[in-house]
């Protein structure tokens, strides 16, 4: 269906960060903007997520220009769903921010680039153009770099090297692909190129331009051979950027893999097998590389890499319920990521240090926010009924109807690995008798800060971590719609019927 | 570079610079020119301007930071975006006056967009150059 309202929660946020750079100088005006902003985004989105599930996918023909010809913005479920997902991680560090983020970056127009950079990821969600896609892409690098880079500390500058380098090559593979794709085609449009490739004669090519796209989207990811950047770089800037980084960046190498896998490559066994190689040794590799880290941020960077396994493994083992399944985890995922480094950062303004055998006391100091610290923690193990339970047990169940022990073998690796390193972290940071730390001079600690900061540092969390017991509780809701997205990723005919029209 | 003939030269290419480029922005969208261009154009009278008399001298005739140019361009060219949104059209559907204004041709929100582009390439260049001339 028709609708030109669905590029709204996109433009709102462009809008939210033009109004932002007129209050350039004036930090406590742009704070208060960015979250009644975010606010409004969030309330969009869900209202385009309402519409979306009650009539159908919609869709926008830029300019008025018709598929498959001009730019295409489609909202499918799954595209709304991580519009709604991304607006709340958005609020969540929004919020974050108005406590966290010291006034230097805030001068150098922090709140703007944040703005554009979930501008950036709501396009990719909802754009239904091959190239457009790549032009939101180079939108959500371009303002994560400046968001790595703000503030211009040694550590952040190191970091970003690595990561600016990584996504840079990531870019190139995924425009080389593009044109491959464009040259065999002679299309963009993600609907039309699903028509037309399942006809081009060129099998080896086509084949060829899918692994293309895998690497592309795999560095983004941070998939086995390819994720080396993300724990050199996560861990660097302060902690509000690296929760929106470590909550939805990679998510949308994820998405991009989910749609273009099951719309314009459809994968065969070789293929498969791949995607689900590259799955098992990413939970492993993501698994023991935060075994062995001390430092709390690093921990958590390797555990992205550790989960996007499990839903890459979903699309390794390409059948409706383990595609639900992914996509289930997916969901699950972007709230507790962004959540897990907001706790990081929260323990870093008490103690002034990420390295867990300094910290230590924290439940006995703070056993109110530790209970709330603990629902993300607790999630991504998945202990039901939180959260990070549904999505293995559906993925679980998909490896089981094809019989693939393997991948069942690993996932339920995967999990102990993530129960062995939250334990440690539990007893680590939050049960070792707390040790006297030296206090260093250019840190603001909490006790320094104004009640309003502390709050809303704290809120956000709590915010999120609500969110995250939702999910764990109203899991059967949540599981209809990822069983209806998995239905529709599986068939795209609906999809390319209301692109194309008949 | 402060020679007497760049410098004289400078005085009149600046006006001169600036005229061309905004007849580059509106020989745009469907002859060769456009935002892009016309606004590259632009800033590079203002550099002249400033090889040949300095940045301190250049800073003074564009009176304000150049960096405010962004947010206006931007505002515009979203403005110039959405507008067809109230109109029930899609995102950026052009709207055109029926009769074309004399000089400018005909006038629609392509050409709103174009100069907002157009602001957003002055304002970051410049911000660039003086930024970086700043410290030499």
């Keep these: 269906m028709s609708n030109p309202y669905i590029v709204l929660p996109v433009l709102f946020q462009l809008f939210v960060a033009v109004i932002l750079m007129f209050a350039w100088n004036r930090k406590n005006l742009q704070k208060l903007i960015s979250v009644v902003g975010s606010l409004i985004a969030l309330l969009i989105s869900l209202a385009l997520l309402i519409k979306v599930n009650q009539e159908g996918i919609q869709t926008m023909q830029a300019g008025g220009w018709i598929a498959p010809f001009g730019i295409t913005f489609v909202a499918d479920t799954l595209s709304a769903l991580l519009v709604v997902l991304t607006a709340t991680s958005g609020l969540a560090v929004s919020v974050f921010s108005v406590g966290s983020v010291r006034n230097a970056r805030i001068k150098f127009g922090y709140f703007p680039i944040f703005h554009l950079l979930i501008m950036g990821l709501s396009g990719a969600f909802l754009t239904g153009d091959i190239f457009n896609l790549y032009v939101w892409f180079e939108i959500i690098i371009i303002s994560s770099f400046v968001l790595i880079t703000i503030g211009g500390e040694k550590a952040q500058l190191e970091g970003a090297i690595k990561y600016v380098a990584m996504n840079l090559l990531a870019s190139v593979v995924f425009l080389t692909a593009i044109a491959i794709l464009y040259g065999l085609t002679g299309s963009l449009n993600m609907a039309d190129l699903s028509l037309q490739v399942a006809n081009v004669s060129n099998r080896g090519l086509v084949n060829v331009t899918a692994i293309l796209f895998l690497v592309g989207f795999g560095i983004k990811s941070a998939v086995f051979p390819l994720y080396f950047w993300l724990p050199a770089s996560y861990h660097t800037p302060p902690p509000a950027i690296s929760a929106i980084f470590g909550g939805l960046l990679t998510k949308v190498g994820v998405y991009a893999m989910l749609r273009v896998f099951t719309l314009i490559f459809i994968p065969d066994d070789f293929l498969t097998t791949v995607i689900t190689v590259m799955a098992l040794l990413t939970i492993l590799s993501g698994g023991f590389g935060a075994l062995m880290q001390n430092n709390i941020r690093k921990v958590f960077s390797y555990l992205i890499i550790c989960h996007i396994g499990f839903m890459l493994a979903g699309l390794g083992i390409y059948s409706t319920v383990a595609i639900a399944g992914a996509v289930f985890y997916l969901v699950h995922d972007i709230v507790v990521k962004t959540n897990l480094f907001l706790v990081s950062g929260v323990i870093f303004k008490f103690r002034g240090t990420y390295s867990m055998r300094l910290l230590g006391g924290f439940y006995k100091e703070q056993p109110l926010m530790s209970l709330f610290m603990a629902i993300p923690l607790f999630s991504l193990i998945g202990i039901p009924p939180l959260s990070g339970f549904w999505g293995k047990l559906l993925l679980i169940e998909g490896a089981m109807d094809q019989s693939n022990i393997l991948m069942i073998v690993f996932i339920l690796l995967g999990s102990f690995l993530t129960l062995f390193i939250i334990a440690k972290l539990w007893a680590e940071v939050f049960w070792k008798d707390a040790q006297e730390l030296p206090k260093k001079k250019y840190i603001r600690y909490f006790d320094e800060l104004k009640p309003l900061k502390k709050q809303a540092m704290l809120a956000s969390v709590v915010f999120l971590s609500l969110i995250s017991l939702g999910i764990g509780f109203g899991a059967e809701w949540v599981m209809q719609l990822a069983l209806r997205i998995a239905e529709n990723l599986m068939d795209p005919s609906p999809y390319i019927q209301a692109v194309l029209g008949s | ?136």
Excluded: C
């Excluded at chain 2, 007849?23 to 469907?30: A, C, S, V």
């Excluded at chain 2, 405010?68 to 110039?80: D, S």
């Excluded at chain 2, 899609?90 to 629609?108: A, E, K, R, Y």
């Excluded at chain 2, 660039?128 to 030499?136: A, H, M, N, P, R």
């Design chain 2, 1 to 136: 570079m402060k020679t007497i003939i760049f410098k004289t030269a400078s005085v009149f290419l600046l006006p001169l610079l600036l005229l061309f480029s905004v007849f580059i922005l509106l020989r745009g969208h469907y002859l060769p020119g456009g935002g892009f261009v016309g606004g590259l154009m632009a800033s590079t009278a203002f550099v002249i301007h400033s090889f040949a008399n300095g940045v301190e001298r250049t800073k003074n005739i564009v009176k304000f930071h150049p960096g405010f140019l962004m947010p206006v361009g931007l505002a515009l060219a979203l403005l110039a975006g959405s507008l067809p949104l109230f109109l029930g059209e899609t995102f950026m559907t052009g709207l055109w006056m029926d009769q074309p204004v004399p000089v400018i041709g005909s006038v629609g929100t392509a050409l709103f967009f174009d100069t907002g582009v157009y602001l957003v390439v002055i304002g970051v260049t410049l911000t660039i150059i003086f930024t970086i001339s700043e410290g030499l």
